[in-house]
């Protein structure tokens, strides 16, 4: 019977490691930890939950880590995990594994949280590929992705992963866009580093110079990528942020034929339409029809967790609270009501 192994890299992970290692212990035959220059206690609370801990000196290349890693476990089956993840549900995913023949790659939900408005926090889910046969690597200096052509399936495993939070990036700052820089040196105009760098760029707030690593991967990648409808969302907000409504407006109606059962790319566009609006108020009596329509159009189309990097209450709370603010700004008292009552029900939902 096929036994798993976690495989994980880390550096500096001590807030979080024993979180992430007690949710998988008791799932997997063994844990691997390759810990990569820590200066914290992260190599003793690994190993004091269980895990064998190996060490390696970081060569600015997390597919290099990741490889060196699972290099190190003789498992049919590898589950790689970051430390500011966790598993959350779907166990008997990684119990069925042992009864499977390790010829496919295991795509798995990861629920990231995302910090909302005000206090709230937010959750995207992706689909990402981190259950890994046997001699299965990595390739990519950062952002790095499984090489191979094996079937990639998806399993009912879900993941928590608080990374993103803005906590935990202060410390990150600047270490990927290096290695972004360096890779897109290597690679020049390749389509997915540039939508990496820009995202990196953008979730700082740096949407200038976000804005023509988006243009490029646009240009550049294929429309089919997996990529692509986080990159046309993003590329939507980064050029409201910077007030290029003319832009933005060709960009909607180009992608709208792809993209138009996408509960996110309605709630931006139409979050995008408002910023227009308040900005020109003389479009505004045009404008508001199409704002509401475009909220309204994300709440029938609901949440779609299929979707890659979609944002989960878009389809439904989120677009439902901006109703009842567009209502209630507009003196429409009882639709703003309505509104604000399914946002709360969905939400507690």
């Excluded at 990569?36 to 290099?64: I, K, M």
């Excluded at 993209?259 to 045009?286: I, N, Q, V, Y």
């Amino acid at each position: 019977m096929p036994s798993i192994a976690l495989v994980m890299i880390a550096r500096n992970e001590a807030r979080c490691i024993q979180r992430c290692l007690a949710s998988a212990r008791p799932w997997v035959d063994e844990m691997l930890v390759l810990d990569t220059g820590s200066g914290d206690a992260t190599p003793r609370l690994a190993a004091e939950a269980g895990a064998r801990v190996e060490h390696a000196v970081w060569q600015d290349d997390f597919a290099w880590a990741r490889n060196r890693a699972l290099a190190m476990t003789a498992a049919p089956w590898r589950l790689v995990l970051d430390a500011d993840e966790w598993i959350e549900g779907g166990t008997e995913a990684l119990a069925a594994l042992r009864a499977q023949p390790p010829d496919f790659v295991g795509q798995v939900r990861v629920v990231s949280l995302i910090g909302g408005a005000g206090a709230s926090l937010e959750q995207a889910p992706s689909w990402l590929p981190r259950v890994l046969p046997a001699g299965v690597g990595y390739e990519g200096r950062v952002h790095e992705q499984p090489a191979t052509a094996l079937p990639r399936r998806r399993l009912g495993l879900v993941v928590g992963h608080d990374g993103y939070l803005p906590a935990q990036q202060e410390g990150k700052r600047g270490r990927n866009e290096a290695l972004l820089r360096r890779a897109l040196a290597e690679q020049p105009g390749d389509a997915y580093w540039s939508y990496q760098l820009g995202k990196d760029l953008e979730i700082r707030g740096a949407y200038a110079d976000a804005l023509p690593h988006y243009e490029l991967a646009h240009r550049a990648g294929e429309a089919r990528a997996a990529w692509r409808h986080d990159l046309v969302v993003r590329l939507l907000f980064t050029l409201k942020k910077l007030a290029r409504f003319e832009q933005a407006a060709a960009l909607a109606e180009a992608e709208r034929p792809r993209w138009g059962d996408s509960p996110d790319f309605h709630f931006t566009l139409g979050d995008l339409l408002l910023d227009r609006a308040l900005a020109r108020p003389t479009e505004a009596g045009t404008l508001l029809p199409m704002i509401e329509a475009s909220w309204r159009r994300a709440v029938e189309i609901g949440e779609r967790p299929d979707l890659p990097d979609t944002v989960r209450g878009r389809g439904s709370f989120l677009a439902a609270h901006n109703l009842a603010v567009f209502h209630q700004s507009l003196g429409q008292a009882a639709l703003a009501a309505q509104w604000r009552e399914r946002a709360q029900a969905w939400r507690a939902g």
